[in-house]
């Protein structure tokens, strides 16, 4: 072990129908909730908005996946005309994202523009409070403080990072993810697999984020089939939200790898939804983790029950395709002569270098041709 | 399941050589270190403090241990005069305790009995910054947001809780351990061992600290008896300190139990040491957990390797023998008739009640006489 740093400032609070009580958490009585146009027309934003009773509650719902600069921008501004104390980010990984950068500019002045993305000014300390609320269990964006956005003036999405972003308040209510459909549940469970995966193996791993990867991991393989096959499962969506909020505790301090940097290409380019992206190449990315980590991932094995790297990667693959999950990059339209590319876009991202393998042009393109 | 709630916001630091970064955590230039008067006199603390080069450091070190609200009142007065900006505490609990109050004290007003054990106002917001040291892997005291004071003038020692209490940053660097004698090394360590536990019995347990206080109880029982024998092994000093530290974010969250209950007039009235006091009733504890928890202490024990929670309990009996440790109540002095006397004490302590068993005058009673 080298020497590590943990820091995770985040009020956790997870249970049925805990937000019920978001009232405890917020300041001031003026609150903006952001959320996508489903989770409005639908009436979910709402139900959780009925649970502020005396507060001043206005909605912003135009955001839309992989969100823009432009969206966060008039989010911001909305918050400004409230006068929001707090803002609430409902939803899967977007919404959250957008919520945690507008917390902070409804305080401060100017674009996201002048703060990211070649913009220069520093975000002011925020005097907004921000509640996340996950409606999926995957992304985990609800204990990170990272948000990822469009900038879609240079046709680049990439991450905004900053001790700013953390939420004071992750509330997770299992109830919230009750109506996700299966092939939802499947992609977005694989993803928090992936984050505690590539959280453990990770050359920036570390002891406090390893413990919770590997519960992380054994609670998706003990009940994703279970929420995947009834959604209503009480336990299954429980302990599937459980997984992927530690999932996401242990990847917001050690980033990933390997397998989230080539899921970038397969969605910008194929449309695959990020935790069908990801989860495509776990398999193989699992195959070849012995090569830096065996003496780890021997461990892990032993922890989850599987003999050997090879045993746990089939495994993974057979829970996969028992969902009907892609396991083959040709599932997505991917031809042979595209995987030169694929890997160069992947290798373009620095945490590929975190995987414990070599990444290169010619390992990288052998590991997509394993899958094709 | 039930709903939980998880906040633990103190950075942690942990790595070899890591206090001498010191300088890189602290807030302004003048710092006041806390420690006792060992550790001052042994030129430890100054070998820390020296890294805070163009800072004005002053050192109060008069920490005894169950520190008094005279010595806080005193420290902060030293604190006040310095103008602190930052307060370090190094040592065991005592110091660190003293430092959390004093932090909060050298920028508000009063006393501290003007706050706790019948006070009435209430701290303001900490603007100084608080870094916590341990110099012996047990307490965790550098994560958590608890200090314990001794009154002198009512003759009772309890703790001060409160959110201001939790260290800006807690910094562990594993050197600091290497010349604890052998003897403390056992009983620190094995009060860390009883902080893991009594997190994961509680029953207020919660997820994200079982995972830790598994892998807490792991550490501890396969490095303790390297670090009782060899106090310069590296691996074993950086194991038990990361072991401390997982089993202390724990118990932050969830509380002790029985056997902290227990030690208090262990402690008070037998002159026993912290963690002996603990660990003595260890075995027995663990004997009777089943009561409450009996699928839970199987996957525990399913976990560290043991077939039975009996065959669990002898072995950790046979480790605190293995180190010299006592584990009979008669070796303490303690004689058969002060054993309802011990009960009673113990049961005045709420966090009894969080023990996964019936615990009232009779069945305490009858515990201790199994180990008398």
């Not at 009232?23 to 009585?29: A, E, L, M, T, V």
């Not at 959320?35 to 839309?64: K, M, W």
């Not at 707090?86 to 990984?93: K, L, M, N, R, S």
């Not at 599937?240 to 940097?261: C, K």
Request: charged content about 15%; proline content about 5%.
């Amino acid at each position: 072990m080298t020497e590590f740093s943990y820091c995770m400032p985040s009020r956790i609070v997870l249970g049925k129908g805990s937000t019920a009580r978001l009232k405890q958490y917020i300041q001031g009585d003026r609150v903006l909730i952001i959320c996508d146009p489903f989770l409005y027309q639908s009436g979910a934003a709402e139900r959780i908005g009925a649970n502020l009773e005396g507060c001043t509650v206005s909605y912003f719902h135009a955001i839309e996946p992989n969100p823009s600069c432009e969206s966060v921008d008039a989010a911001a501004e909305a918050a400004r005309a409230l006068g929001a104390q707090t803002v609430v980010g409902i939803g899967g990984g977007s919404s959250m994202d957008v919520s945690k950068i507008v917390s902070c500019l409804a305080g401060d002045e100017g674009s996201i523009y002048d703060y990211y993305s070649g913009g220069t000014r520093t975000l002011s300390p925020r005097t907004v409070r921000l509640i996340c609320i996950p409606t999926t269990a995957g992304t985990g964006s609800e204990v990170t403080n990272v948000g990822v956005f469009t900038n879609k003036k240079k046709g680049i999405k990439m991450p905004f990072v900053t001790d700013q972003f953390w939420p004071d308040v992750a509330l997770l209510d299992p109830e919230l993810t009750y109506s996700l459909p299966p092939a939802v549940t499947a992609s977005t469970g694989m993803d928090a697999f992936c984050h505690a995966i590539e959280a453990y193996w990770n050359k920036e791993s570390q002891p406090i984020c390893d413990a919770l990867a590997v519960e992380a991991m054994r609670l998706v393989l003990a009940h994703i089939k279970a929420a995947y096959d009834d959604g209503n499962s009480e336990t299954a969506r429980e302990q599937m939200q459980l997984a992927s909020l530690l999932a996401g505790v242990a990847f917001s301090q050690t980033r990933t790898t390997g397998i989230h940097a080539v899921s970038f290409p397969l969605t910008t380019e194929y449309g695959a939804s990020h935790g069908t992206a990801c989860s495509i190449t776990l398999p193989a990315f699992i195959r070849i983790s012995g090569e830096g980590a065996q003496a780890k991932m021997d461990r892990l094995c032993a922890a989850l029950g599987y003999e050997s790297i090879p045993q746990f990667a089939d495994a993974v693959e057979a829970l996969m395709v028992s969902m009907n999950m892609p396991t083959r990059l040709s599932q997505l339209g991917v031809q042979e002569d595209a995987l030169e590319h694929i890997a160069q876009v992947g290798l373009g991202a620095a945490i590929i270098q975190l995987t414990p393998a070599v990444m290169n042009q010619e390992t990288v393109t052998a590991l997509l041709r394993s899958i094709l």
